[in-house]
């Protein structure tokens, strides 16, 4: 595709059920990373990928959170049991390289906990 | 947590003047990165420096870098209403593998 795409744009969870999000980087790059943004706040990182493998995780703020990318292009973010505190948008990035070069995000999911 | 802090928190100026954030940072870094946000939308990469680099153009953006001072600039000249949105600088410490570092930004507003 022409960008990073993620689903669903807008997420309505009632605390304690399971959400799933999903991210299809650009065709072809390596990098991957998920980050958390709260209102009024800027990104702050949660995981990344270089290709299928899980390089960094130390992000997640609990065990509650997982992600995967098991062919090394779509990756999704599970949140199990969302707590009201989880609310915020979540942003996928990806890049044509290892590390921290120009990073192309998608436009986030909204998830709100009520 | 988040490492950098940009200055001021918002700033609102007239179209056609210039406007400059600031942004300043903890640790060592290999690069410094300026991202726009538009309302609602995803952040758009604006311009990379390197932490052996002083000062980078790219159109209407000049980013200068001061590593002993562990500070960065962003100057938007001739701002346009489209320029409004919010400003974040991001740091990358060098470790490849642990993400951007990001400001809270700053929150620019271009009036007509």
């Known amino acids: 595709g022409a960008g990073v795409s993620q689903s669903p744009r807008y997420k309505v969870a009632k605390r304690g059920q399971d959400v799933a999000l999903r991210c299809d980087p650009i065709s072809g790059h390596v990098s991957l990373f998920w980050y958390q943004q709260a209102l009024g706040q800027g990104p702050e990182f949660l995981t990344y990928f270089q290709n299928e493998a899980q390089l960094d995780k130390s992000g997640l703020p609990s065990d509650r959170f997982f992600a995967e990318r098991p062919e090394g292009s779509v990756s999704t973010l599970k949140i199990q049991r969302t707590q009201q505190e989880d609310s915020a948008v979540y942003l996928c990035?990806?890049?044509?390289?290892?590390?921290?070069?120009?990073?192309?995000f998608g436009q986030g999911t909204r998830l709100t906990v009520v | 947590s988040q490492q950098g802090e940009e200055d001021p928190q918002a700033l609102s100026i007239q179209e056609g003047e210039n406007a400059t954030m600031n942004c300043s940072y903890k640790?060592?870094?290999?690069?410094l990165q300026w991202y726009r946000q538009n309302s609602g939308r995803g952040l758009v990469h604006l311009i990379l420096?390197?932490?052996?680099?002083r000062e980078k153009h790219s159109g209407r953006l000049r980013v200068t870098l001061d590593t002993s001072k562990k500070s960065s600039s962003l100057l938007i000249t001739a701002s346009r209403a489209a320029d409004t949105a919010s400003y974040f600088c991001?740091?990358?410490?060098?470790?490849?593998?642990?993400?951007?570092?990001f400001g809270k930004g700053t929150h620019l507003i271009i009036q007509p």
């Open positions: 991001a740091t990358d410490a060098g470790g490849g593998a642990d993400g951007l570092t």
């Open positions: 990035a990806s890049s044509l390289v290892w590390g921290n070069t120009e990073a192309f």
């Open positions: 640790t060592s870094i290999n690069n």
């Open positions: 420096i390197r932490s052996n680099e």
